[in-house]
């Protein structure tokens, strides 16, 4: 069980998997969670926006995160989830492979990315977070999900 000094600086993260990678987002910028459901294709957007969920009335663009970030396009399986995140204004949903769970990170867990060269876009993976004996990719969700 990890444990946390409370005089450090704490967020709680939300951390997913994508594959076999785990990735956190804050929970400040989480606004709920829900199963994959059907999304209606956007023709004419970016390769890595799937489409539109009606959520409740209000309809969010959702992100395929896996392709977001230069990876192969998801496969919706009975553990996907589109997590829902507000950036800026907007709300946009995340489909992410399987949640995992939300964390306490204190600041001494936290480090930069590492710098691997000019080819790797070092602005998508805001931080690295050491979690008990995993690496944990975290995510600046208005990064992400500014317009480019």
């Known amino acids: 069980m990890q444990t946390i000094d409370r005089t450090q600086n704490t967020e709680k993260q939300l951390t997913f998997f994508l594959g076999r990678e785990e990735y956190g987002v804050a929970i400040t910028k989480v606004q709920e969670i829900i199963r994959a459901v059907p999304i209606t294709p956007m023709p004419h957007t970016q390769p890595f926006i799937l489409g539109l969920v009606n959520l409740r009335g209000r309809v969010i663009p959702v992100v395929d995160l896996n392709r977001r970030l230069g990876m192969e396009p998801s496969q919706i399986g009975p553990l996907s989830c589109i997590v829902v995140v507000r950036c800026n204004d907007l709300h946009v949903g995340l489909l992410i492979d399987r949640m995992n ?8 867990q936290i480090e930069p990315t590492p710098i691997f060269g000019a080819a790797v876009d070092h602005d998508l993976v805001d931080r690295l977070a050491k979690i008990e004996n995993r690496v944990v990719l975290l995510l600046d969700v208005d990064v992400l999900l500014a317009p480019r």
């Open 101 to 108: 769970e939300v964390v306490p990170v204190s600041s001494s």
